[in-house]
Every structure is written in C-alpha cells, then in structure tokens.
T-cell receptor
Framework: EAQVTQNPRYLITVTGKKLTVTCSQNMNHEYMSWYRQDPGLGLRQIYYSMNVEVTDKGDVPEGYKVSRKEKRNFPLILESPSPNQTSLYFC????????????FGNGTRLTVT | DQQVKQNSPSLSVQEGRISILNCDYTNSMFDYFLWYKKYPAEGPTFLISISSIKDKNEDGRFTVFLNKSAKHLSLHIVPSQPGDSAVYFCAASLGGTSYGKLTFGQGTILTVHP
C-alpha cells in the first residue's frame, strides 16, 4: 500500500530535550516536506526536500532541522524544543513535474511542556 | 500575512443538500489550486484540483469553481453525505505543485447531518 509513515503518532516532551520525528514514504517520491498545523493558521510548511541531500527552508523553519540522506526518509529534528513548537506535524511527499498532489502521513501530535 | 483564507470556520448542512465551501486568496501569481479533506487522526487527503487556466473542474459529487478576477474559489458538494463531514482545506501553489510547496487556508469544518 502506498503510504507516508510518521512516527511517533503522539509525543510529550520537555523544553530543551532533543527529539526526532521520523518520516518514510514507499512511493519513490523525489519531493518530501514537513508541515505544522495550528488552530486558525491551517498548515504551514517547515522544510522541504527536492531530492537526496537537497533541502530548503519553508515558511516557518526556525527551531527545526531536517536531513535527506535516503530518498525514502525525511526526519524532522527539534534540537531544543520549546512550548511554541507544540503542534500537529505532517510529513508529505509527491512526485516531481506536473501537478502531482501531496500525499500526507497521519500526523504527529507533539506537546512540549 | 495569510495569503489563502477560508473565512468560514464551520458549515452545517443537511444530508442531500448542497455544501459550498469558500476560499479567497491574495497572491495573483498562484496558478494551481487544490482542496484537501481531513478526518480526525488522519492526514489530509487530496480531493480535487483546478488549474488557473480553467474556471471549473468536476469529479463526481465534487466541483471546484475558480473566479480569478475575484481571487476566489469554491468547492461544491452535491449531494452532501454524512461521510463528507470533515475539515476541508483549500491550498494554492505557484508553478504547479513544485517541491510540494502549498499555501493552505485555515480550514472549514463541514458537518453533514442525517
């Protein structure tokens, strides 16, 4: 089954404790990206990657890091999480060219206390 | 600055009637528009899209209308079904969906009553 898999689904952590949210897709998509969803703001892009070793900032990159060492994986790293990063996070992937829609994972609910 | 806006946080409709969800955008350079549907505890799923060279696109019960002069698009669902109850996001992009870069609206919660 074609899918984008995120882990964990739920995560509660404390301020400053480094964490990683993993994302993997099995559709051989070149493009991957991370979004966060907040009430009243919709989904906002954090980072995106056009291919292996090629990443760039989205609209709200502060406080986040990403890496793309393999085509299928695109982890999101919070080196020193803060309470304002409490949010619902989505990983997405798509194939290049034309207007291929984004395929989203099921989300990671992060709470930083 | 919210470039894509969905001004109705929620919409309630009776089963069998039409649901109309609205979306406004400010960036005239957007050339591709999409609607996504989201159920609780799931990621958004693609519903329907429209290129800026068209003013209407239809897929079964779902029709998207684009009015470029008004910078407005709408999603019509006819007839509405209880299973359509979800959050609907409109999204816009520049140059197709290059790099997976979409600008989303805030979302509208649709409730279809039996």
């Amino acid at each position: 089954e074609a899918q984008v898999t995120q882990n964990p689904r739920y995560l509660i952590t404390v301020t400053g404790k480094k964490l990683t949210v993993t994302c993997s897709q099995n559709m051989n998509h070149e493009y991957m990206s991370w979004y966060r969803q907040d009430p009243g703001l919709g989904l906002r892009q954090i980072y995106y990657s056009m291919n292996v070793e090629v990443t760039d900032k989205g609209d709200v990159p502060e406080g986040y890091k990403v890496s793309r060492k393999e085509k299928r994986n695109f982890p999101l790293i919070l080196e020193s999480p803060s309470p304002n990063q409490t949010s619902l996070y989505f990983c997405a992937s798509s194939s290049p060219g034309g207007n291929s829609p984004l395929h989203f994972g099921n989300g990671t609910r992060l709470t930083v206390t | 600055d919210q470039q894509v806006k969905q001004n109705s946080p929620s919409l309630s409709v009776q089963e069998g009637r039409i649901s109309i969800l609205n979306c406004d955008y400010t960036n005239s350079m957007f050339d591709y528009f999409l609607w996504y549907k989201k159920y609780p505890a799931e990621g958004p799923t693609f519903l329907i899209s429209i290129s800026s060279i068209k003013d209407k696109n239809e897929d079964g019960r779902f029709t998207v209308f684009l009015n470029k002069s008004a910078k407005h698009l709408s999603l019509h669902i006819v007839p509405s079904q209880p299973g359509d109850s979800a959050v609907y996001f409109c999204a816009a992009s520049l140059g197709g969906t290059s790099y997976g870069k979409l600008t989303f609206g805030q979302g509208t919660i649709l409730t279809v009553h039996p």
